[in-house]
């Protein structure tokens, strides 16, 4: 079984500091790799995803993530983050099978705390 | 577009009942939808697969007549907690893809579910 491994439970940075977030996975087949933003009170959302490709994905708010196979690394970092970042982030990795896209296997999550 | 409803979005009930959440495609058809808990503070864990026609498939450790799925339309599938004690207070998540094998999943809002 896949699993999903985030480094950082709790991060407490200061606005324009930089943002880097753990993510490691344990799977030797083909996967699709997420970043999930939880923000207080509202449902998941996209940050970015890989598939294949450039290892380097860009996603919404100026963040990005970078796939290391070797590493089973898919780490997501933002150059100077903002108050209005403070959110959950959750890494998810899907299997990917014959039928399709399996389920989402999610990380522990990691509590990002921007203070002004 | 892409939007995912979910209802209830918070249920109080005695130990006993059972609690039927629906989980909604509202601008797209959903050929397989995913159930997913996430208890306080902990990542969420991939309960069940849903396929529209055919019986869900259920994750390991996962009690398939406890947690009765239906997905009778591509617009709408149902977790129905039977029987519900104080355990299964947790906060359940659904989402939906649009097509066969097709990432990023586009979840729900999430259900609270607080059994007393």
């Known amino acids: 079984a896949q699993s999903v491994s985030q480094h950082n439970h709790h991060v407490i940075l200061s606005e324009a500091a930089s943002l880097e977030l753990g993510c490691n996975y344990s799977?030797?087949?083909?996967?699709?790799l997420f970043w999930y933003v939880q923000y207080p009170g509202q449902h998941l959302q996209l940050l970015l995803k890989?598939?294949?490709?450039?290892?380097l994905v860009k996603g919404i708010k100026g963040f990005e993530a970078e796939f290391i196979k070797s590493k089973f690394s898919f780490n997501l970092r933002k150059p100077s983050v903002q108050w209005s970042d403070t959110a959950e982030y959750f890494c998810?990795?899907?299997?990917?099978?014959?039928?399709?896209?399996?389920?989402?296997?999610f990380g522990k999550g990691t509590h990002l705390i921007i203070q002004p | 577009g892409a939007v995912v409803s979910q209802h209830p979005s918070w249920v109080i009930c005695k130990s006993g009942t059972s609690v039927k959440i629906e989980c909604r495609s509202l601008d797209f058809q959903a050929t397989t939808m995913f159930w997913y808990r996430q208890f306080p503070k902990q990542s969420l864990m991939l309960m069940a697969t849903?396929?529209?026609?055919?019986?869900?498939?259920?994750e390991q450790g996962v009690e398939k007549d406890k947690f009765l799925i239906n997905h009778a339309s591509l617009t709408l599938s149902t977790l129905t907690v039977t029987s519900a004690h104080p355990e299964d207070s947790s906060f359940y998540i659904c989402?939906?893809?649009?097509?066969?094998?097709?990432?990023?999943?586009?979840f729900g809002d999430g259900t609270r579910l607080s059994i007393l």
């Open positions: 998810a990795v899907s299997q990917y099978s014959g039928g399709g896209a399996d389920g989402l296997t």
């Open positions: 849903s396929n529209e026609g055919s019986k869900a498939t259920y």
């Open positions: 799977y030797g087949g083909t996967v699709n």
């Open positions: 989402s939906a893809r649009d097509q066969a094998g097709a990432q990023p999943q586009h």
């Open positions: 890989y598939f294949s490709g450039d290892p």
